[in-house]
């Protein structure tokens, strides 16, 4: 279904993308087109799924492994900001299958960390293949971060990965990882896929790595400069999930 642009507010544009691009990142998402706040610090670089349902209420509109702690409480006001520096960005509160946002920019606009931390997981290669298996791959060039709050975040369909992003470094939060891109199973679409999980070390699996929790909410308030935190959340659901070593249906 193709949709038609809405009015949302003053300052964005809601658009509502064809479902197609659902399967590709095994979601898809209805962007709002907004400015995020700059980011700062330096410039340069999925646990059954979660419920398909909607997000809370008042949510806005895949390598090596690195051992990680398990989430805790967030440090003192460790900074957070919007995972894509650009003048133009969209993205949407809800997922296709499982909590996830797909962040709509143009193809080498730079991904950069959310927060302060250590990368963990880095795909410079495009395994994916439409006639293999649907999932493992379906990222294409991908970086997640181990963030000093315990929480993961992931980002996937990469044009390219930074030089030097490799697993083990340390990052922090605004430092470039790499640019959007449209690789692995992103049907074509410039964007930047986009994850929360728990690091689940030694036991991961695509499933847990693409996101358990909705992203909007935190996304709403880095967007605009605020600092919302997801470690708690993100603590709550280890606590009631751990660390499954099948996806959901096997």
């Not at 930074?162 to 992103?186: D, K, S």
């Not at 967007?223 to 935190?229: D, L, P, S, T, Y």
Request: a positive charge.
């Amino acid at each position: 279904m193709v949709s038609l642009p809405i009015r949302h507010r003053p300052a964005y544009v809601v658009l509502v993308l064809v479902p197609l691009l659902a399967a590709g990142c095994g979601g898809g998402a209805a962007p709002t087109w907004a400015e995020p706040s700059p980011v700062t610090g330096p410039t340069a670089p999925t646990g059954p799924a979660a419920t398909s349902a909607a997000p809370p209420t008042g949510a806005g509109p895949e390598t090596a492994d690195q051992p990680a702690p398990t989430p805790t409480a967030t440090r003192d006001r460790l900074p957070h900001v919007f995972p894509v520096r650009a003048r133009k960005v969209a993205y949407h509160p809800t997922h296709s299958a499982y909590p996830g946002t797909d962040i709509f920019a143009d193809c080498g606009e730079p991904f950069v960390a959310v927060t302060d931390g250590t990368i963990g997981e880095v795909s410079r290669r495009d395994r994916y293949d439409k006639r293999g298996p649907q999932g493992p791959y379906n990222g294409g060039l991908s970086v997640s971060v181990l963030g000093d709050d315990g929480v993961r975040y992931y980002g996937s369909h990469l044009t390219e990965v930074t030089e030097g992003v490799e697993p083990g470094v340390r990052v922090r939060a605004g430092q470039q990882l790499g640019t959007v891109g449209r690789t692995g199973n992103a049907n074509n679409v410039c964007h930047l896929h986009f994850g929360i999980s728990p690091p689940c070390p030694g036991e991961d699996g695509w499933w847990i790595r693409r996101g358990v929790v909705w992203p909007a909410p935190y996304l709403d308030s880095w967007r605009r400069g605020g600092n919302r935190e997801p470690a708690a959340e993100v603590t709550r659901w280890h606590r009631r999930n751990g660390c499954p070593a099948d996806p959901p249906g096997r």
